[in-house]
């Protein structure tokens, strides 16, 4: 399932708490797509705590508590790390990640907690989500089967990268336009894992952030540049974003653009990317500008004058995913999707 789809899915799952609806989620999928980060997502739009537990980590009496004597019985301290109404709040999300790379009897302990919400005495909070997340078999990591028992504890989604939905969350964590205007580029390289090979590392949505932090340490040292973006995403991919950098010199005035001068749609492909990428970037640093409208307007004149209007369409695209609705009410709208409609419809 791609990752807005699961977004909502999780948040309608953390909201269904409130209800009594919720279903024990299980995000399924290889390294670095973002099993982790989509969690931490649901929960800043909602404003409450993630108690992120690591099985991987723990061991059996981490859950259950330890045992102490209480007159002529014996009870159990419950862990302080589990959601607890009073000190963690009544509402938040209970995580518990790389829970295929736990023990067998690490997980036999999280069966009770999963399905009833609750270990022995303690109970989860009513207005707690549980979530969890996992490596698949032949993802190259440490990895048991799953039991039944516990399968049969969740709901299982498996997690898909795709590239539009990368890009929508890039633009919105200012990841370096030229990171996006490459993968738009070269969209098989989002993510390109192969355990067969024994990557150490790889391209992943995970590490093209990476390469966007390399981006901004060492650009000013050309020498160092290259390196840092291989040990980001791998050697291929590393030496490709490199060379893509470097030929962004030969780039169009982006300001002139913007003011709305009447400058040529490069020939090469590499850098009409670079330019939508760039341009997307531009439309969303406008809002709060006075001259927004004009600026959106001039920015769908120039996606109007690529020969592709492929790749116009995927700049307006962008373009609409991070700004909104504002550019429908740009007179040059409405022009600019009459002169594309046959490809909208039919292409």
Request: proline share 8%.
């Amino acid at each position: 399932m791609r990752p807005a789809q699961l977004l909502t899915v999780l948040d309608r799952e953390f909201t269904s708490t409130r209800e009594g609806f919720h279903t024990p989620a299980m995000l399924w999928g290889p390294p670095g797509v973002g099993k982790s980060q989509m969690v931490a997502q649901v929960a800043g739009r909602h404003g409450v705590p993630v108690i992120d537990i690591r099985l991987s980590q723990m061991e059996p009496s981490d859950l259950r508590g330890i045992p102490f004597r209480q007159g002529d019985r014996v009870e159990w301290a419950v862990p302080a790390l589990l959601p607890d109404a009073g000190r963690h709040g009544p509402e938040g999300i209970l995580f518990l990640d790389e829970i295929t790379s736990a023990p067998p009897a690490v997980s036999a302990a999280a069966y009770q907690l999963i399905l009833d919400r609750r270990l022995g005495e303690y109970q989860v909070p009513d207005g707690w989500a549980i979530f969890a997340a996992g490596n698949r078999q032949g993802d190259r990591g440490v990895t048991y089967t799953m039991p039944a028992p516990l399968a049969n504890r969740f709901s299982h989604f498996e997690v898909e990268t795709n590239l539009d939905d990368w890009v929508s969350w890039a633009y919105r964590n200012d990841i370096d336009e030229r990171v996006i205007a490459f993968l738009r580029f070269r969209p098989e390289l989002l993510f390109d894992f192969d355990p067969a090979h024994n990557p150490v590392a790889f391209p992943s949505p995970r590490s093209w952030e990476f390469a966007h932090r390399g981006l901004q340490k060492f650009i000013d040292h050309p020498q160092l540049l290259q390196g840092t973006l291989q040990a980001c995403v791998g050697p291929a991919a590393g030496i490709e974003l490199f060379a893509f950098v470097n030929s962004l010199e030969q780039m169009p005035d982006l300001d002139a653009i913007v003011a709305g001068e009447e400058v040529a749609v490069p020939a090469e492909i590499d850098l009409q990317y670079a330019v939508a990428a760039a341009l997307v970037g531009r439309a969303i640093r406008a809002e709060g500008h006075p001259e927004r409208p004009r600026i959106l307007g001039n920015i769908l004149d120039y996606a109007g004058r690529f020969p592709q209007r492929e790749m116009g369409v995927m700049l307006v695209s962008d373009m609409h995913r991070a700004v909104g609705n504002a550019i429908f009410e740009v007179p040059q709208f409405s022009d600019w999707a009459q002169a594309v409609s046959d490809v909208m419809l039919y292409e």
